[in-house]
């Protein structure tokens, strides 16, 4: 018997991502089988998940980028809401923890990480595409 997943209103964290994307759809299911997501809800924007994004977030701006919102209505994008998600989950903890990591009031890991992530945002079609033909999703 499986436990029923969380709604948006009753998960401590709630993942918004592109289901239309192989590569985030393939992130998000092995996000899924980790340890801890039991108490996550994941939202396919890019399908019937549009209309739980809350009055904050559009559909266009949650298929741009990576979003994650806390219990406490905190909506957060980017590397951040990785880092996010990554605390959530026990197995991943250590790198949210790193990007976390505060020096004088700032996140200074989560600079290159943010650097990273826009890198990455243009090359997803093309990374989906090789990761296909390679056959690892």
Known sequence: MTTPRPTPDSADLTVYYDGSCPLCRAEIDHYRKTRGAERLAFVDVAGEGAAAL???????RALARFHVRGRDGRLTDGAAAFARIWLALPGWRWLGRLLSVRVFGRRPLLVPAEAAYRLSLPLRPFLARTLRRLRLI
């Not at 809350?54 to 266009?60: E, H, K, S, V």
């Open 54 to 60: 809350g009055p904050d977030l559009d559909r266009d």
